[in-house]
């Protein structure tokens, strides 16, 4: 046998167990998923069928085509901000703390992954509350004449979703940043550019990948959670996932949910295909 | 590693393993069973360790049964008033003569016109409450909270929840606006929605078990419909201004009962299960379980719990109550899949 025939065969082998595993544990429910979209719910009983049915209510029923909206306007919400805020305190990290102080302040910034998601959230409603923390700290200093409304109220579900993904794109960013070599910067700097300047023309278009591997995990995992917005949101408006609960749990219309479910996927692939150009993993 | 350190460490890892037990008994719960200080005596009388599975909905318990294999399920606590609809399914066993008998229990609770069918009955009522206003009396004026109209009175605008599940929540709207439960058909339900979207409008939020008590409790809301003593007698000890009533329009029973799964390879068991739950020690501890307290349906109970747990539990009014509330409504399957759709609009909008 060739060296090539064998380290092909090697090949095959190594990637077997891989392929069999994601043939097993994503083709085939997947398949099996996108079979019950197609089926419908006659009375309580689950009818075997292949309509569209199921799809063409999600975008005629107002009330599931708006949870499409709002997951979306959550998810960008959250990933903007997130962004916004993880970037600088990612940058400070890498080049403004001492070296020895880095993993300390990194094992801080990952502590909000240590609690679980169901008491992360229930913790942000008791300091989010009317009578929490926050309203007390703000009518006790006289910034608010009485306390105003954030629990139960989208800011609430964004502030929860927030919190946590700051420090998964702080991380995604930072492993981005201590990877640039040094010189880039005093290159740039060498030939004239301010301290802004490398920032926002080297510095930045370098992290790209980094920024964009995070913010893509902070759309896939914030518009699929069900906790958060279930706990802070209030119920008074509804995200994909809740609505995909409320099949399941409530109507036991299963192909219902398979359609919905497909949806979510459709709109994080949809996702993946426009950040695909800068999504370089290798490098995060 | 020391001989005796691994004997420590095997002797520690021991202690914390669970209780090995002869059998297991597999039970579709809701969260009031899954309660140790109800489960133990059971599991060290029979020697067996009863493995609960909690779901929320019969929609949703129905559906887990009938994607289970035979056997795989052992009892099942089920609404009262939707018994018929898992028989008709042929999800539930015939329950052996004697299993729970109700010479004891409240006459109203006996339901039997719910748990016998054609002649066979195949469950046993084992605790109730009301679906109805509960309230923060320390916030509110406990005068207004006699009628259902001051939620819709823009009073309280703001400071209302609304419990998570639409039945008892449509079937309190109904009582407002004079309609039955049992009179809640398709087009009933559709008049309800005026009603319920400005419901929504004067409330902060619509939350489960756990958000409603997290809400009443940190003074987010100050009125909960749906609520009743389910919800606020676990938080008495800890504020005990939380009340709640049953206002002059009615409110709505709830009973839950406990049936034997078909197919279950131990009905023997199974039955011995459901004799303890309904015994007078199994239904005190029933009633005043960690999650939620309830009305055990037998009255023997009574010589179980405290006086302090039957004044919480308002055991001297239970008469008037009874008289005063009507069944959750039961929809069939147009009728129920209107009102879900109704529930998701008003969530939604």
Redesign the interface.
């Known amino acids: 046998m060739s060296i090539e025939a064998q380290e092909k065969r090697q090949g095959v082998a190594l990637v077997t167990p891989a392929l069999l595993w994601t043939l097993v544990f994503f083709a085939v429910p997947f398949g099996a998923m996108a079979l019950m979209s197609l089926a419908h719910l006659e009375g309580r009983e689950i009818v075997q069928g292949h309509d569209l049915g199921n799809y063409l209510r999600i975008f005629t029923d107002p009330s599931l085509r708006r949870g499409i909206f709002v997951s979306l306007e959550i998810t960008a919400t959250v990933t903007v901000i997130s962004v916004l805020l993880a970037w600088p305190l990612a940058w400070i990290i890498a080049t403004r703390v001492p070296v020895r102080w880095r993993r300390m302040v990194l094992l801080l910034a990952v502590l909000p992954f240590w609690t679980s998601y169901v008491v992360r959230s229930y913790s942000w409603a008791l300091v989010l509350g009317e009578k929490g923390v926050v309203m007390n700290a703000l009518v006790g200093l006289g910034l608010l004449a009485e306390p105003v409304q954030i629990m139960a109220t989208r800011a609430a579900t964004v502030t929860g979703f927030v919190h946590f993904f700051v420090m998964l794109l702080t991380l995604t960013i930072y492993s981005n940043l201590i990877q640039l070599s040094p010189n880039y910067a005093r290159a740039a700097q060498d030939l004239g550019a301010s301290q802004w300047q490398v920032i926002r023309l080297v510095i930045l278009p370098l992290t790209l990948p980094g920024v964009m591997t995070g913010a893509f995990l902070t759309f896939v995992l914030c518009i699929g959670d069900y906790i958060t917005p279930q706990i802070l949101g209030g119920n008074n408006e509804l995200t994909l996932p809740q609505l995909i609960m409320l099949q399941l749990g409530r109507r036991g219309d299963y192909p219902m949910a398979s359609a919905l479910s497909i949806v979510l996927m459709a709109i994080v692939t949809l996702a993946y295909a426009a950040s695909a150009r800068w999504l370089k993993m290798e490098r995060v | 590693m020391t001989f005796k350190h691994s004997c420590a460490l095997i002797a520690l890892m021991a202690g914390l393993a669970p209780a090995a037990y002869a059998e297991d008994l597999n039970a579709l719960i809701w969260c009031d069973h899954a309660d140790p200080e109800l489960l133990e005596p059971f599991e060290t009388a029979h020697d067996v360790r009863v493995n609960v599975k909690e779901y929320?909905?019969t929609?949703?318990g129905?559906?887990l049964l009938e994607q289970s294999r035979p056997g795989d399920w052992d009892v099942m606590v089920i609404d009262a008033v939707d018994v018929g609809?898992a028989v008709e399914r042929g999800l539930l066993a015939p329950l052996p003569e004697g299993t729970a008998p109700t010479s004891d229990y409240f006459p109203e609770v006996r339901l039997d016109d719910h748990v016998t069918i054609d002649g066979t009955t195949y469950a046993a009522v084992e605790k109730f409450g009301y679906n109805t206003v509960a309230y923060n009396k320390s916030a509110v004026d406990p005068a207004d909270m006699t009628s259902l109209a001051a939620l819709w009175s823009g009073k309280y605008d703001?400071r209302i929840a609304i419990y998570?599940y639409?039945l008892p929540v449509l079937g309190l709207v109904g009582l407002n606006a004079g309609v039955a439960t049992a009179d809640l058909d398709a087009s009933a339900v559709e008049s309800l929605r005026d009603p319920l979207m400005q419901l929504k409008a004067a409330s902060?939020?619509?939350?489960?078990v756990?958000?409603s008590q997290?809400?009443l409790a940190?003074?987010?809301v100050d009125v909960l419909i749906g609520g009743g003593e389910w919800l606020t007698a676990v938080l008495n000890a800890e504020n005990p201004d939380l009340d709640w009533t049953i206002p002059e329009e009615g409110g709505l029973l709830w009973a839950q009962s406990l049936a034997i799964v078909e197919g279950t390879e131990k009905p023997e068991l199974a039955a011995e299960f459901i004799k303890y739950v309904t015994s007078p020690e199994g239904q005190a501890r029933l009633a005043t379980s960690s999650c939620y307290w309830g009305m055990p349906a037998n009255k023997a109970a009574g010589d179980v719990l405290t006086e302090a747990q039957k004044d919480i539990l308002r055991w001297d009014d239970q008469a008037d109550y009874l008289t005063r509330a009507q069944l959750y409504p039961v929809p069939d399957?147009?009728t129920?899949?209107g009102m879900?759709?109704l529930w998701?609009?008003m969530?939604?909008?």
């Open positions: 929320e909905g929609a949703a129905l559906t609809r703001g998570d639409y902060k939020q619509v939350s489960d756990v958000g997290t809400a940190t003074g987010e399957a147009d129920d899949a879900q759709d998701t609009d969530l939604q909008n």
